[in-house]
């Protein structure tokens, strides 16, 4: 399921939706561990107050978060988005982030159409098929 988990799910919300036992959701979870740190990295600055948000607290921010975006890419395009939407709330500039971010979520979004088209595609039956 992990494998498959770009090519089904928009985002980390998805996993409720897919798991009801709970052992699964907390597997899958970990398995897409990329994805929550992201995340909670993102969210854990969008929350600090925006006096302690100073222009060196920020760039900081931002080559530790292109780092481990480069080291530690998530897999869903989802989690690019929640992550671009935590950074605007912030009002930073962000621009190198931002642009690695559209990158890896535009990435994210071809690698599942991919799929999803290749999957659509039907093998030509052969010739001498005979139908139901």
């Known amino acids: 399921?992990?494998?498959?988990?770009?090519?089904?799910?928009?985002?980390?919300?998805?996993?409720?939706?897919?798991?009801?036992?709970?052992?699964?959701?907390?597997?899958?979870m970990r398995r897409l561990g990329n994805d929550i740190a992201a995340v909670k990295v993102a969210f854990a600055f969008e929350d600090l107050?925006?006096?302690?948000?100073?222009?060196?607290?920020?760039?900081?921010?931002?080559?530790?978060?292109?780092?481990?975006?480069?080291e530690y890419p998530p897999r869903l395009h989802g989690t690019y988005s929640d992550v671009q939407n935590a950074l605007g709330a912030t009002g930073g500039r962000f621009t190198e982030l931002r642009s690695v971010l559209e990158e890896g979520r535009?990435?994210?979004?071809?690698k599942k159409f991919a799929v999803n088209e290749h999957a659509r595609k039907r093998e030509t039956p052969p010739a001498d098929w005979i139908g139901p």
């Open 106 to 110: 535009l990435s994210a979004i071809h």
């Open 1 to 28: 399921m992990s494998e498959a988990a770009p090519c089904i799910m928009d985002d980390l919300g998805d996993i409720r939706h897919w798991f009801k036992e709970e052992d699964y959701p907390s597997e899958l």
């Open 49 to 70: 107050p925006p006096e302690a948000r100073i222009s060196q607290v920020e760039a900081e921010f931002e080559s530790e978060m292109l780092n481990m975006i480069r």
